[in-house]
């Protein structure tokens, strides 16, 4: 199932058709193409270089991807288990040189995750991103130190049959990608204009 | 001048050969151009589909490209100077439906910048994040209320010769870019395993 994006301007395959699905396929993901979406988040962009960014990655039926589903809300849970990996995006919330707060650690897990997100459209993938888990849980099942702070949780997996899913949660894989206008968003005076 | 990443498995080209350069052409962007860097962003995903994300956009000879210069420390305008498009990256920090704070604010910016230097590569530019800058400058010379936060600013443009920056600067340019490998961010069973 393909929702590409209806833009405006031409933009690059694997950011048009990414998108967030809730219906996955039992297939477990290849491991040349999970490290493929690790290695594309690996080479993000960060300030200093930091790369504050840890992934703990679970594969259905292993005991880390149980974990993971246990602290999502009971909502996302009905659909992600349909998913044949759970990776858990956890920020570092220090620099390493000199352990000052890092402003934009989670500014730049957002990059880490959205560059994993694009290179799983690049391999026939796709991921959805949730906020909605319990992250104090994910610390105490993980061992989450001091420091680091469990932001989202990604679904990956190819896409699979809507009717694997809740009724209500399947109506949602056909709506129509919507966006705001650009001239909501983007200003060239002042804020606003 | 290209810098690809030397990945360990096979990515996607425009995640490949992203890098942050310093010296820009003073050609300047076209106006087609600039519409899919921005449509790239609109496109990018968001929690509850927010958008939490403001851009104020700045073409070279322009007051608002002048006015987002003064806001960089030193060192980042004397490289900055030679890009013909700086953007300020601003966040939205409460929810629009319901006003409450938004936690993942800063890192869906995070990821519509992301997706906005993917789509960079693809359109045959760079863009370089730089978050030394002076956010509260920033929110006065352009007016940004209360509730929305300055969070970084990105140059872009084509590469240029690096010549035309401070040598100290441009020595930076020919160095390899470099990440910690997978296993000091990647786990499995717990964090840091």
Redesign the interface.
């Known amino acids: 199932m393909q929702k590409p ?1 209806k ?6 395959h ?3 058709h ?1 998108w ?1 699905p809730r219906a996955f396929s039992n297939k477990a993901i290849e491991e ?1 193409k999970i ?2 979406l ?8 960060s ?1 200093f ?1 930091e ?1 504050p ?6 594969k259905k039926e ?3 991807w149980k974990k993971i589903l246990t602290t999502l809300v009971e909502w996302n849970q009905q659909w992600a288990k349909t998913a044949p990996l759970l990776v858990l995006n ?1 920020a570092k919330l220090n620099f390493t040189h000199n352990n000052k707060p890092n ?2 650690a ?10 994993m ?3 799983a459209v ?1 391999q026939g993938l796709f991921g959805h ?1 949730m ?1 909605g888990f319990d992250g104090k849980k994910a610390a105490e099942l ?4 001091e420091g ?1 702070k469990a ?2 949780v990604t679904a990956f997996g190819y896409y699979g049959n809507p009717d694997d899913i809740p009724a209500d949660i399947a109506k949602q894989e056909i709506n129509e ?4 206008e ?1 001239k909501e ?8 204009k």
Chains 1, 2 share one sequence.
């Open positions: 994006a833009t405006k301007a031409p933009i690059n694997i950011i048009a990414r967030s040349d490290n493929a690790l290695e594309a988040a690996r080479w993000s962009s300030a270089n790369q960014w840890r992934f703990i990655i679970g292993e005991e880390t956890i402003d934009v989670e500014y730049d897990l957002g990059q880490a995750v959205a560059t997100a694009l290179e690049h991103q906020t993980f061992n989450i130190p680091y932001v989202s990608r919507s966006r705001n650009l968003m983007v200003f060239s005076t002042t804020f606003g």
